[in-house]
């Protein structure tokens, strides 16, 4: 299948990171490229692009679809390991790092991933197949509690424990093996008049358990801290999440570097010394626009923030 993903707020991306023609980028989440080859359109034969994902397939779909471009290097890795890749490669400092956390269309689509509530397949939702957990783990050896806290924490379900109980109650009969299968546990568990709230009645469950599958709200934090101490002065990160709780902690994680200073408000001075590592390009997120929303759909949950290094 083609690497089809649309990159979202594309130009407001570009205009985020403030391109230098010599500079070195990062692409935390490569994808299929398409942010990062109107990053390369933009540097000279001397500026250099890091492209980072931790999904094989997304990687022969950039290295295919950015093939006329000779200063890419790409790496299969986690964007969490930011501080060892860059390392690895040599790279001191960096002018832009840009990440996407929302999954690809190509994800989706590719119905054996089993990321897609639409579409039957046996539960996976690993980005890196190649290692850790999957959704079938956590729906098959997870205790009632255990996926009670994941459907709540991390997919904002209300329903939650009552379909942890129902997931429990399926699975002595057999394993819940497909998405299709989970689906169907989903929809039995949420009272009918529910279902209509906030989309497909099984949204909710499927963003918990890929979140706990791959880790992606434990990584956050680190990779954007590592992420700064990486940038040149007046070096940008931009970061595109797609769901609250993301965007909660990247607003936070800005916040906190661009006023680290934890001196009691009494004190009528700052007496830690902390000074500010970032200042913040805009105090509120970048949405899309109407010309987007009209062209992609899925931009409308996206929200963009952008930090500069002092």
């Not at 080859?37 to 397939?57: A, V």
């Not at 579409?119 to 098959?140: P, T």
Request: one cysteine or more; aromatic letters at 6%; proline letters at 3%.
């Amino acid at each position: 299948m083609e690497f089809k993903h649309l990159p979202v707020l594309l130009n407001e991306c570009l205009d985020a990171l403030d391109i230098k023609e010599d500079g070195i980028y990062v692409d935390c989440t490569l994808g299929g490229g398409g942010h990062s080859i109107e990053i390369l359109k933009r540097l000279s034969p001397q500026g250099r692009l890091i492209g980072i994902d931790q999904d094989e397939d997304a990687l022969r779909a950039a290295a295919e679809n950015l093939k006329e471009y000779n200063n890419v290097t790409y790496v299969h890795n986690n964007f969490y390991n930011i501080e060892e890749i860059l390392q690895k490669l040599e790279i001191e400092k960096v002018d832009g790092i840009l990440m996407d956390l929302g999954v690809s269309s190509f994800q989706l689509d590719s119905a054996e991933r089993g990321f897609s509530y639409m579409k039957d397949a046996r539960l996976d939702m690993r980005m890196d197949r190649s290692k850790g957990i999957s959704a079938y783990d956590v729906v098959n050896n997870y205790s009632e509690e255990e996926i009670g806290e994941v459907l709540r924490n991390y997919g904002e379900e209300k329903f939650s424990k009552r379909i942890a109980n129902f997931i429990i109650d399926r699975r002595v009969e057999k394993p819940i093996e497909t998405t299709l299968e989970l689906v169907n546990v989903i929809d039995a568990a949420i009272p009918a008049k529910y279902k209509r709230e906030g989309g497909h009645p099984a949204k909710r469950t499927f963003q918990g358990i890929r979140i706990e599958v791959n880790g992606e709200l434990k990584i956050l934090s680190k990779a954007v801290q590592d992420g700064v101490q990486r940038l040149n002065h007046g070096g940008r990160m931009a970061i595109i999440t797609f769901q609250s709780l993301e965007d909660r902690i990247i607003k936070n994680e800005f916040k906190d570097l661009h006023d680290p200073c934890k001196c009691p408000k009494e004190l009528p001075m700052c007496v830690c010394g902390k000074t500010p590592i970032v200042k913040l390009i805009s105090r509120k997120p970048i949405v899309a626009t109407e010309e987007e929303l009209e062209i992609n759909k899925r931009s409308r949950s996206a929200k963009l923030r952008v930090a500069q290094k002092n």
